[in-house]
């Protein structure tokens, strides 16, 4: 039984819903952040993942290099069946009840990092903005509050057997997902449409 943070759709919304990929300037972030730090609680995920009357808070980490974001590939071996052999930009996942209650974002942030990536020495972590897709079941339950991280040593996929990565440049990734959005993770191509927005 797992166990993910949530918050209510209006403890979280005022009105109306963002959709797609929101810059800080766009939305009310700091504020976001600050509700989602104190009206945020636990519940059971079979439950959360059925409910649009809450929204389970995602950290989304964009791995990002000079002009190169690191790009994923799911493997067919454990996970998110649903995310199969799709491409991602985003390291990250669920809060735990591990992650205290203190800063859960933060730690939840930190700790996926730790468990999908290997990254040599200190990074720098960059609010980007938020992640919204009203438009399908998964991401009417789900609202991710995206991340740049900028690393300063080597960075290498520690699941393996889960996942491959690569350094792509933002050019090639816009025209990737212009070509073939089918083979992206729905959050990460709308990130992509603003990727040169990002990685100045």
Sequence with gaps: MEFVYVIKRFDLFDQGFPHGFRRPW?????DWIERIGSRGFFVERRHAE????????????????????FVLRRKERGGESRLFNLHSIGVGGHINPVDGAVDPLRAGLERELEEEM????EYSVQPLGVINDESQPVGSVHFGMVFGIRPKGKVRVRETDQLEGEWVSAEQLSRRVKAERESFESWSALI?????EIVV
Excluded at 50 to 69: A, E, F, H, N, W
Excluded at 118 to 121: A, P, S
């Design 50 to 69: 059925k409910d649009s009357t809450m929204k389970q808070i995602i950290p989304y980490c964009v791995l990002m290099r000079g002009d190169d974001i």
């Design 26 to 30: 766009e939305v009310p972030l700091d």
């Design 118 to 121: 290997e990254i040599d020495g």
């Design 192 to 196: 992509i449409d603003r990727i040169q």
